[in-house]
């Protein structure tokens, strides 16, 4: 019998959980849907606190360990969730047996890999030890951006030619496997995002605004996308609380975001935030906006 | 008669002077090529000390002022040079008769347009002044980069391999008007360089990699090329002695820049710095990079 909304299944769920917050927001939705995750937290990556959900810390090259932990916790579907800062390094990976076949093309990815290239390879690696790897909005589809805005505020015209420089950006930076999110100020583009996050992106903006290098008299956005090859299956862009309140600090007049293809977290919260400060949150559909909404 | 070196000319050289240290770089070499330059230094911009040099202080946007300085002066050549990082308010923009037939198309420009637009702009209203607008490489013909190694030092297969990670995205930026620089480590761009400038970035690196974010047994190299479509008379992308410091505090392991179209500052002290601290300097020829080279 299948669960309540639910693809039907007869084991646990785990989530592999990298760093910030969003694993946390993840596992609190899943349970609200009436499931019971597994925690396998990734040492020195993982830094939620996960009382009061069955969890182990283990190490990401360890999937001798994390193979074993599906075995003896009755996993099935898997979620991979949060930032993985630290790349493992060869001399980390343990292999299990099933997995050794492929270290060959592991030790080629962990060389030269993109991003996205070192999360195919996990998930190779977590589906040949029997799990399904499955996407965070497969469990939870709400936490998916709707089209259209999300709060009381709408982009004005300015706001809205921001949003297509931001677009052209962050396509040009997802298509070389760089980052997601971009910030454009009076029609340019003045931040990309790299390895730092779009955290301390936000914040550089902030320095150069304080700084007087951008105009004070034009407010500007932040664009988040999901790189055109991505797996969906990887974490989506997501935005939450501290993405609105980074913003504001940036003096942005709003954020956009991929609808059905990035990660809102606790919404209630964010959507206060963005009305109380004037920012509008829109969910913009990439192919509608290339054709000039 | 032509003097040394020179082509013929009966004006004065004009340097208008943004921030950094590179327009007054361009000045001295310009002297020991023979010429009194008179610097016109942009106030809230120009931060070098013209003490020793013919110079007055103006506003960006005072075409007027600038204009009259022309003929007083006799200036019939002109450098721009260093960064200007305010871009001017329309209403700070003071037209001359010569080119108020201009403003419309310069008030849609600093409205919308790049960095390229904006110079592009800036170099129509000084010709529309009767001067020629030239590239600080047409005086000082030896602070271009040469192609192949500047120092000591070579790149290795993995740091060739970056280079063209660094390329990819430097190429992918340029197009977009947006910056001219990449940082790239094991194959991955980590840093994208936007309105914070090269220095900024290489800081960034520098606290990514403290903060273990960037592997330690990995080096990386900074990319530096013009965009695609740059006007070569605007400051062509260039390197100094910090840029090596900078990329040095990053743990990079070289820097490469586009042969024939980056200007190489202090060249002597650079190329000393770079020798000590191990790091290779290269200029590559983006056509011969591309096929492999």
Redesign the interface.
């Known amino acids: 019998m299948a669960v309540h909304g639910l693809p039907q299944s007869k084991g646990r769920l785990a989530i592999i959980a990298g760093a910030g917050a969003l694993p946390h927001h993840v596992a609190e939705a899943a349970r609200r849907q009436g499931e019971d995750p597994f925690i396998i937290a990734l040492s ?1 990556e993982a830094d939620a606190d996960w009382t009061g959900f069955d969890h182990t810390v283990l190490a990401i090259g360890d999937f001798a360990a994390i193979s074993r932990t599906f075995a003896t916790e009755g996993i099935d579907r898997v979620v991979l969730s949060g930032a993985v ?3 493992p ?1 060869w001399r980390d990976i343990r292999p299990t047996f099933r997995t050794l076949a492929k270290v060959p093309s592991v030790l080629k990815t962990l ?5 996205d290239a070192v999360l195919r390879m996990a998930m190779d690696l977590i589906e040949a030890s029997g799990a399904r790897v499955i996407g965070a909005h497969e469990v939870v589809p709400d936490l998916l951006a709707d089209p259209g805005p999300l709060g009381a505020h709408s982009p004005t015209d300015d706001d809205r ?1 921001d949003i297509a420089a931001g677009i ?2 962050a396509n ?2 997802g ?5 997601q999110g971009a ?1 454009a100020v ?11 996050g779009t955290d ?1 992106m936000l914040a ?1 903006v902030a ?2 605004r304080a ?5 004070a ?1 034009r407010r500007g956005v932040l664009v988040k996308l999901c790189k055109p090859q991505q797996d969906e299956r990887a974490d989506l862009p997501s935005i939450g609380p501290s993405t609105v309140a980074g913003a504001e600090a940036a003096g942005l007049a709003g954020i956009a975001v991929e609808a059905g293809r990035a990660l809102v977290l606790e919404r209630p919260r964010l959507v206060e935030a963005a009305d109380e400060s004037g920012l509008f949150i829109l969910g913009i559909e990439r192919d509608a906006w290339k054709a000039g909404r």
Chains 1, 2 share one sequence.
Do not use: C, K, N, T
Not at 111 to 115: A, E, I, L, Q, V
Not at 175 to 179: E, F, I, M, N, R
């Open positions: 020195r800062r630290r790349r390094e060389m030269s890999g993109g991003d030619r052209a950006a040009a930076l298509a070389l496997d760089v980052g910030v009076g029609g340019r583009v003045v931040a990309l995002e790299g390895a730092e301390a550089r320095d150069l700084d007087g290098r951008i105009s008299r």
